[in-house]
């Protein structure tokens, strides 16, 4: 059983960890969006933000 608690408390940090680069990610595409004047619809913009509202939405963040 501790075998189990430890693989699972592994997962939750993983989990922690990818889901905080996926907000950092989204943060500073936005930021880049609104300091740098970075389009909004230049498709790799646009790929970046679906890509983290589609993971947020996977995932219940």
Do not use: Q, W
């Not at 595409?29 to 679906?50: P, Q």
């Amino acid at each position: 059983m501790k075998d189990l608690a430890r693989e699972l408390l592994e997962y939750r940090a993983l989990y922690n960890s990818v889901i905080s680069r996926i907000n950092k990610l989204e943060d500073d595409t936005r930021a880049e969006i609104e300091i740098e004047g970075l389009s909004e619809d230049d498709k790799g913009t646009e790929l970046i933000l679906s890509f983290c509202d589609d993971i947020t939405e996977l995932v219940g963040e």
